[in-house]
């Protein structure tokens, strides 16, 4: 059986749930929670934000300074901030399809893109069609665009069906849509 880990209290890397269980969290929260759980560090930088105030929709000055050092830390040219994975996921696929023309996006097998309507779509074979996981959700229909189903699903841990997809695909294939971090990718 499966259910949801309700957690009452954190710390460093422990967690405890509503049962007084201690369990220790071996995935960091898959990397949400890098320096663990309630790290003063972090707890003083918000109490010191909090005193400046929370602006909601204007950009802070420290956006500027996160994107340096995320440029500095990985090389990237441009760095722009998302509310979460799946927005960003849904951005870089409308960027990846306005820049290119194409349709076509690829993504990996065991690894969450998110929850939008163009990731959540299952396999449909060699053909590139791909069926809706919700059953009611029709073809063309509301939650459920055409140019969703029209991508392909590579397994995580093999380079080469993508090296040749990009190939084969030619002006309608797009670049593959990978996770940034492999953390869950299961086989």
């Known amino acids: 059986m499966i259910f949801p880990l309700v957690v009452n209290t954190a710390a460093g890397s422990r967690i405890y749930d509503l049962d007084g269980n201690e369990l220790i969290d071996l995935t960091m929260a898959f990397g949400s929670s890098l320096l663990g759980y309630n790290p003063d560090l972090v707890k003083q930088a918000l109490s010191a934000q909090l005193e400046q105030g929370i602006q909601v929709g204007p950009k802070s000055p420290l956006v500027g300074e996160a994107a340096q050092l995320v440029r500095d830390l990985t090389g990237c040219e441009r760095v722009a901030f998302a ?7 849904m951005t870089a696929v409308r960027m990846a399809r306005a820049v290119t023309g194409r349709t076509r996006i690829v993504r990996f097998a065991g690894s969450y893109h998110g929850h ?3 990731m959540l779509v299952k396999a449909g074979g060699e053909g590139g069609s791909g069926l809706p996981i ?28 993508c090296r040749r997809t990009g190939r084969n695909r030619g002006r309608t294939g797009a670049k593959p849509a990978p996770r940034p971090a492999t953390a869950r990718i299961s086989a």
């Not at 959700?137 to 055409?146: E, I, L, M, S």
Request: charge should be positive; aromatic fraction near 0%; charged fraction near 25%.
């Open 83 to 89: 509310n979460s994975g799946t927005e960003a996921v």
């Open 134 to 161: 919700a059953r009611r959700a029709a073809v063309g229909g509301a939650g459920c665009h055409r140019a969703g189903l029209r991508r392909r699903r590579l397994a995580g841990n093999d380079t080469a069906p």
């Open 116 to 118: 939008s309507d163009t």
